[in-house]
């Protein structure tokens, strides 16, 4: 099946820096990868949907200053926290939905990032 | 403003017996639901999904039942196994957006 992965899994990092989270599909090319990101016991609260070579569209109550989504190619999608405080502490996932896909379930998850702001 | 909701953020069962997992929503305007299986440490999964012009569907020992006049779905695994043990999350959507509710864990106790 398609493998979408993500890069670090994990991360501690001090208050204040910038943070950059890497998904890629492996097998396959995806024109719209999505962000997720879910507290403990929480549902996964979409952030941003990237398209590649355009803009990012982002959820309302989302600061695209401060996470920065670029969609490079087909196969890769980057989530920059930038100025990344305590609160943004969380679990951070990506998905990417197969070219052409018609249906919801073409759309495959990465492992997620689990980002600690120290 | 949770559009959809998981009541139950556990369900225990023995090896063998039915596992029922619910999820309520409250947007009218939704038309596709699906189930998704999450692993520690892994992303979720598609597991199953419903249109809304329907009121089952059956994949194996998966099915996913709708109630739109209660805006309430549900899956049914039967016969349970402990590898069904995971986080299972349903979704809905009415677009390309994915509304997911929190999940809720499930134990299959050999």
């Known amino acids: 099946g398609a493998v979408v992965s993500q890069h670090p899994s994990r991360v501690i990092c001090k208050s204040g820096t910038s943070v950059k989270i890497e998904c890629r599909s492996l097998?396959?090319?995806?024109?719209?990868m999505f962000w997720y990101r879910q507290f403990p016991k929480q549902s996964l609260m979409l952030m941003a949907t990237?398209?590649?070579?355009?803009?990012?569209?982002?959820e309302q109550g989302v600061e695209k200053d401060k996470f920065l989504i670029n969609h490079a190619s087909l196969t890769l999608s980057t989530l920059t926290v930038t100025s990344a405080h305590p609160e943004d502490s969380s679990f951070y996932i990506c998905?990417?939905?197969?070219?052409?896909?018609?249906?919801?379930?073409?759309?495959?998850f990465g492992p997620g990032t689990r980002l600690l702001v120290l | 403003d949770q559009q959809v909701k998981q009541n139950s953020p556990s369900l225990s069962v023995q090896e063998g017996r039915i596992s029922i997992l619910n999820c309520d929503y409250t947007n009218s305007m939704f038309d596709y639901f699906l189930w998704y299986k999450k692993y520690p440490a892994e992303g979720p999964t598609f597991l199953i999904s419903i249109s809304s012009i329907k009121d089952k569907n059956e994949d194996g020992r998966f099915t996913v039942f709708l109630n739109k006049s209660a805006k309430h779905l549900s899956l049914h695994i039967v016969p349970s196994q402990p590898g069904d043990s995971a986080v299972y999350f349903c979704a809905a959507t009415s677009g390309s957006r994915l509304t997911f509710g929190e999940g809720t864990q499930l134990t299959v106790n050999p």
């Open positions: 998905s990417a939905r197969v070219s052409g896909g018609r249906y919801q379930e073409t759309q495959y």
């Open positions: 097998d396959f090319q995806a024109t719209t």
């Open positions: 990237s398209n590649e070579g355009s803009k990012a569209t982002y």
